[in-house]
Protein backbone atom coordinates (compact mmCIF):
# COMPACT_ATOMS: atom_id res chain seq x y z
CA UNK A 1 0.00 0.00 0.00
CA UNK A 2 1.11 3.73 -0.55
CA UNK A 3 -0.98 6.48 0.22
CA UNK A 4 0.05 10.17 -1.23
CA UNK A 5 -0.55 13.35 -0.27
CA UNK A 6 0.16 16.78 -2.31
CA UNK A 7 0.96 20.09 -1.47
CA UNK A 8 1.93 23.20 -2.85
CA UNK A 9 -0.85 24.36 -5.29
CA UNK A 10 -2.08 27.85 -5.44
CA UNK A 11 -2.87 30.78 -7.10
CA UNK A 12 -0.45 32.38 -9.23
CA UNK A 13 -0.18 34.91 -12.12
CA UNK A 14 1.18 33.98 -15.43
CA UNK A 15 4.70 33.12 -16.42
CA UNK A 16 5.12 32.70 -12.19
CA UNK A 17 6.34 29.49 -10.84
CA UNK A 18 5.28 27.11 -8.62
CA UNK A 19 6.75 23.51 -6.75
CA UNK A 20 4.27 20.65 -6.24
CA UNK A 21 5.78 17.82 -3.42
CA UNK A 22 4.20 14.37 -3.15
CA UNK A 23 4.85 12.75 0.05
CA UNK A 24 4.22 8.80 -0.14
CA UNK A 25 4.53 6.51 2.76
CA UNK A 26 5.49 2.65 2.46
CA UNK A 27 9.02 1.35 3.04
CA UNK A 28 9.27 0.38 -0.70
CA UNK A 29 8.93 3.71 -2.28
CA UNK A 30 11.60 3.49 -4.73
CA UNK A 31 10.41 0.84 -6.19
CA UNK A 32 7.62 2.74 -7.48
CA UNK A 33 7.30 4.35 -11.07
CA UNK A 34 5.62 8.13 -9.91
CA UNK A 35 3.26 10.35 -11.91
CA UNK A 36 2.00 13.64 -12.04
CA UNK A 37 -1.09 13.79 -13.82
CA UNK A 38 -4.07 17.30 -14.00
CA UNK A 39 -7.72 17.68 -14.38
CA UNK A 40 -9.37 20.46 -15.47
CA UNK A 41 -12.93 21.31 -15.28
CA UNK A 42 -15.27 19.85 -18.17
CA UNK A 43 -11.78 17.75 -19.43
CA UNK A 44 -10.44 14.41 -18.93
CA UNK A 45 -7.33 13.78 -16.92
CA UNK A 46 -3.95 14.08 -18.64
CA UNK A 47 -0.52 13.01 -18.35
CA UNK A 48 2.03 15.56 -16.89
CA UNK A 49 5.01 14.04 -16.16
CA UNK A 50 6.48 10.87 -14.78
CA UNK A 51 9.84 9.59 -13.61
CA UNK A 52 10.81 5.98 -13.09
CA UNK A 53 11.98 3.83 -9.70
CA UNK A 54 15.52 4.84 -10.15
CA UNK A 55 15.22 8.33 -11.25
CA UNK A 56 16.66 7.45 -14.26
CA UNK A 57 14.12 8.24 -16.79
CA UNK A 58 11.61 10.77 -17.17
CA UNK A 59 8.75 11.28 -19.14
CA UNK A 60 6.85 14.41 -20.22
CA UNK A 61 3.46 16.04 -22.11
CA UNK A 62 4.59 18.10 -25.02
CA UNK A 63 2.28 20.87 -23.34
CA UNK A 64 5.02 20.91 -20.09
CA UNK A 65 8.37 19.92 -22.05
CA UNK A 66 11.04 22.41 -21.51
CA UNK A 67 9.03 24.36 -18.43
CA UNK A 68 8.46 21.30 -16.01
CA UNK A 69 10.58 19.19 -14.09
CA UNK A 70 9.64 16.18 -12.42
CA UNK A 71 12.42 14.83 -9.77
CA UNK A 72 12.45 11.89 -6.71
CA UNK A 73 14.02 12.05 -3.43
CA UNK A 74 13.91 8.60 -2.50
CA UNK A 75 15.70 9.30 1.30
CA UNK A 76 12.88 11.77 1.99
CA UNK A 77 9.66 9.51 -0.49
CA UNK A 78 8.84 12.67 -2.36
CA UNK A 79 8.31 13.46 -5.36
CA UNK A 80 8.65 17.03 -6.77
CA UNK A 81 6.94 18.50 -9.78
CA UNK A 82 8.88 22.34 -10.42
CA UNK A 83 6.41 24.07 -12.95
CA UNK A 84 8.06 27.15 -14.50
CA UNK A 85 6.74 29.74 -16.89
CA UNK A 86 2.94 28.91 -16.18
CA UNK A 87 0.28 29.39 -18.20
CA UNK A 88 -3.21 29.74 -17.72
CA UNK A 89 -4.04 26.73 -19.70
CA UNK A 90 -2.16 24.79 -16.85
CA UNK A 91 -4.89 25.67 -14.46
CA UNK A 92 -6.50 22.26 -12.59
CA UNK A 93 -6.31 20.10 -10.02
CA UNK A 94 -3.00 18.57 -9.89
CA UNK A 95 -2.80 14.54 -9.39
CA UNK A 96 0.19 12.70 -7.95
CA UNK A 97 0.26 8.73 -8.95
CA UNK A 98 1.98 5.64 -8.16
CA UNK A 99 2.76 2.34 -9.87
CA UNK A 100 4.92 -0.78 -8.65
CA UNK A 101 7.83 -0.19 -11.21
CA UNK A 102 7.24 -4.59 -12.31
CA UNK A 103 3.91 -3.62 -13.39
CA UNK A 104 4.56 -0.71 -15.37
CA UNK A 105 5.35 -0.01 -18.98
CA UNK A 106 6.28 2.87 -21.26
CA UNK A 107 3.35 2.91 -22.72
CA UNK A 108 1.41 2.76 -19.37
CA UNK A 109 3.77 5.24 -17.92
CA UNK A 110 1.66 7.83 -19.74
CA UNK A 111 -1.56 6.67 -18.81
CA UNK A 112 -3.78 7.14 -15.84
CA UNK A 113 -4.58 3.61 -16.27
CA UNK A 114 -1.16 2.55 -15.44
CA UNK A 115 -1.40 3.70 -12.20
CA UNK A 116 -3.32 2.33 -9.18
CA UNK A 117 -2.26 4.74 -6.10
CA UNK A 118 -3.38 8.09 -6.33
CA UNK A 119 -3.47 10.97 -3.70
CA UNK A 120 -6.44 13.75 -3.31
CA UNK A 121 -5.07 16.92 -5.43
CA UNK A 122 -4.03 19.55 -5.32
CA UNK A 123 -5.35 22.99 -6.90
CA UNK A 124 -3.46 25.15 -9.38
CA UNK A 125 -4.82 28.40 -10.79
CA UNK A 126 -2.95 30.54 -13.41
CA UNK A 127 -4.47 33.96 -14.16
CA UNK A 128 -3.50 35.60 -17.10
Known amino acids: QVQLVESGGGLVQAGSSLRLSCAASGRTFSSYTMGWFRQAPGKEREFVAA????????YYADSVKGRFTISRDSAKNTVILQMNSLKPEDTAVYYC?????????????????????WGQGTQVTVSS
Open 97 to 117: AAEQAARTTAALTTTPAGYHY
Open 51 to 58: ISWGGGTT
